[in-house]
């Protein structure tokens, strides 16, 4: 998770330094200043006409910046206002701190899912809980690091499903206040629909229950990071917090490595979010995007037009029959067909 969040920060300097830098640059104030270069390939040219289109029809279309910035202060005003009377321990001052980091959070989120269709949104959620945890200590702590990881996964979720949805737009030519109107009343749906389902749930089963239908693990899980929390970062496990500093200042070094080398070179550099998410996913995902990446390589060495233009559709077939292949694998577990091999571990008969 360091080498995320370290990788998102770093992504977020540099693209807010270019920004001021472009923002200084006189000659970027032109309004004339044409977006493509003019070429003779066919190819190229019909591309340029595409990438016009799409311009045309989602950027004359997108919502002005002053209506982005007066709706998150509006949200986060009436969410500083309301949340402490359903959670007492979760101060004001504390909603109005997790609003403020929140875009930031935000924005190495959405450029994780970017880049590896992946959200690691409950992650930034554990992190709030053990600093908000750790701040209000045992009188509430436990209420308010909970609730404080609902407040930073809605917000950092949110935006990287809405970025995720823009993009498709994009691509589809669609038009972005378009998707924003269909974003809004969407969750309008979701605030009545969600609660009155949770309800129901709850008057009709025993959540919660170890024994019960609906066990809630990851409740069990979040209750325990948020007691963890309260007792403070002594109680994690040894070397814990210096493994995460180092891992965090290591992914600002490979980024800043990247941008100094030349390109020859600095595309054998690794990724760090790409890394990070492996390590956070599992060896599962890890080992499928290894080989997924060893097949691409030999095929792009064999024949590099035919991999470029089927590459995606292969991916994609594969990415679909792993996602099917859960549906024979849940019969054969109904009927205890074992795999041919398993692996297990279980604590050593001699202590």
Same mark, same amino acid.
């Given at each position: 998770?360091?080498?995320?969040?370290?990788?998102?920060?770093?992504?977020?300097?540099?693209?807010?330094?270019?920004?001021?830098?472009?923002?200084?640059?006189?000659?970027?104030?032109?309004?004339?200043?044409?977006?493509?270069?003019?070429t003779t390939d066919g190819e190229s040219s019909e591309l340029l006409i595409l990438q016009r289109?799409?311009?045309?029809?989602?950027?004359?279309?997108?919502?002005?910046?002053?209506?982005?910035?007066?709706?998150?202060?509006?949200?986060?005003?009436?969410? $500083?206002?309301?949340?402490?009377?359903?959670?007492?321990?979760?101060?004001?001052?504390?909603?109005? @701190?997790? *609003?403020?980091?929140?875009?930031?959070?935000?924005?190495?989120?959405? *450029?994780?899912?970017?880049?590896?269709?992946?959200?690691?949104?409950?992650?930034?959620?554990?992190?709030?809980?053990?600093?908000?945890?750790?701040?209000?200590?045992?009188?509430?702590?436990?209420?308010?690091? =909970?609730?404080?990881?609902?407040?930073?996964?809605?917000?950092?979720?949110?935006?990287?499903?809405?970025?995720?949805? @823009?993009?498709?737009?994009?691509?589809?030519?669609?038009?972005?206040?378009?998707?924003?109107?269909?974003?809004?009343?969407?969750?309008?749906?979701?605030?009545?629909?969600?609660?009155?389902?949770?309800?129901?749930?709850? $008057?009709?089963?025993?959540?919660?229950?170890?024994?019960?239908?609906?066990?809630?693990?990851?409740?069990?899980?979040?209750?325990?990071?948020?007691?963890?929390?309260?007792?403070?970062?002594?109680?994690?496990?040894?070397?814990?917090?210096?493994?995460?500093?180092? @891992?965090?200042?290591?992914?600002?070094?490979?980024? =800043?490595?990247?941008?100094?080398?030349?390109?020859?070179f600095a595309r054998f550099i690794p990724i760090p979010m790409a890394m990070g998410l492996t390590?956070?996913?599992?060896?599962?995902?890890?080992?499928?995007?290894?080989?997924? $990446?060893?097949?691409?390589?030999?095929?792009?060495?064999?024949?590099?037009?035919?991999?470029?233009?089927?590459?995606?559709?292969?991916?994609?077939?594969?990415?679909?029959?792993?996602?099917?292949?859960?549906?024979?694998?849940?019969?054969?577990?109904?009927?205890?067909?074992?795999?041919?091999?398993?692996?297990? @571990?279980?604590?050593? =008969?001699?202590?």
């Open positions: 998770m360091s080498l995320i969040l370290g990788d998102g920060l770093y992504n977020l300097m540099k693209i807010m330094a270019i920004t001021v830098g472009e923002m200084c640059n006189n000659s970027t104030k032109q309004n004339n200043l044409p977006l493509f270069r003019e289109k799409q311009d045309g029809v989602f950027l004359k279309d997108r919502i002005p910046s002053w209506f982005a910035v007066s709706g998150y202060v509006g949200l986060a005003a009436i969410s $500083t206002a309301t949340i402490p009377s359903i959670f007492p321990p979760l101060k004001w001052y504390l909603i109005l @701190f997790l *609003y403020i980091i929140a875009p930031a959070l935000a924005f190495g989120n959405s *450029y994780a899912s970017g880049l590896t269709n992946w959200t690691v949104a409950s992650t930034y959620g554990k992190i709030s809980i053990f600093i908000v945890a750790s701040f209000v200590g045992s009188d509430g702590g436990v209420i308010a690091g =909970l609730a404080s990881c609902g407040v930073i996964f809605s917000i950092v979720n949110t935006a990287s499903d809405l970025m995720q949805d @823009f993009k498709t737009g994009y691509l589809t030519q669609s038009s972005a206040k378009s998707m924003f109107v269909s974003q809004l009343i969407g969750t309008a749906m979701g605030c009545i629909i969600s609660p009155l389902t949770f309800w129901m749930f709850w $008057t009709a089963f025993d959540v919660g229950s170890p024994d019960g239908q609906f066990k809630a693990p990851f409740g069990v899980i979040y209750r325990e990071m948020a007691i963890l929390g309260v007792e403070g970062f002594s109680k994690l496990p040894k070397h814990c917090l210096a493994l995460c500093c180092g @891992f965090f200042v290591a992914a600002l070094v490979i980024n =800043l490595l990247r941008d100094l080398t030349p390109a020859n390590f956070y996913m599992g060896a599962y995902l890890a080992i499928d995007m290894f080989v997924g $990446t060893v097949i691409l390589f030999v095929w792009e060495r064999m024949n590099r037009k035919d991999a470029e233009d089927y590459a995606g559709a292969v991916a994609s077939g594969l990415i679909c029959g792993d996602g099917i292949w859960t549906v024979p694998s849940a019969i054969l577990s109904i009927f205890r067909v074992d795999p041919p091999i398993c692996m297990y @571990f279980r604590p050593s =008969l001699s202590r």
